[in-house]
């Protein structure tokens, strides 16, 4: 089983950055490929980003593209999202997950498991 802790969220104003974190335990974490997904009110769940085991492959949605990062650390069992020149359409809680389908599956929320409790990011204009 595995348990994923995400935080870093908070409120900042329209250009400011954030630097997300999820913890994750149980299981071996450097064997696992990771999203990031987020949900705002009334919508539904929407990819951010996925990183391979290695970090050596990301994949990013269009509208977070060239504006948020996604790393990890594999010796600290932690992957971490950097979001930069925030907009308030970020505005949203984020959630990181373990993807348990294959890659080509990243972009689909059902493609993956173990999802953490999610983190508040509240983008002010």
């Known amino acids: 089983q595995v348990h994923l802790v995400e935080s870093g969220g908070g409120v900042v104003q329209a250009g400011g950055s954030l630097r997300l974190s999820c913890a994750a335990s149980?299981?071996?974490?450097?064997?696992?490929?990771m999203g990031w997904f987020r949900q705002a009110p009334g919508k539904e769940r929407e990819f951010v980003a996925a990183?391979?085991?290695?970090?050596?492959?990301?994949a990013y949605a269009d509208s977070v593209k060239g504006r948020f990062t996604s790393s990890r650390d594999n010796a600290k069992n932690t992957v971490y999202l950097q979001m930069n020149d925030l907009k308030p359409d970020d505005t949203a809680v984020y959630y990181c997950?373990?993807?348990?389908?294959?890659?080509?599956?990243?972009?689909?929320?059902?493609?993956?498991?173990?999802w953490g409790q999610g983190t508040q990011v509240s983008v002010s204009s």
């Open positions: 997950a373990v993807l348990t389908k294959q890659w080509v599956a990243h972009r689909n929320y059902e493609a993956y498991d173990y």
């Open positions: 990183i391979s085991p290695s970090a050596r492959t990301t």
């Open positions: 149980g299981g071996t974490f450097s064997e696992y490929y």
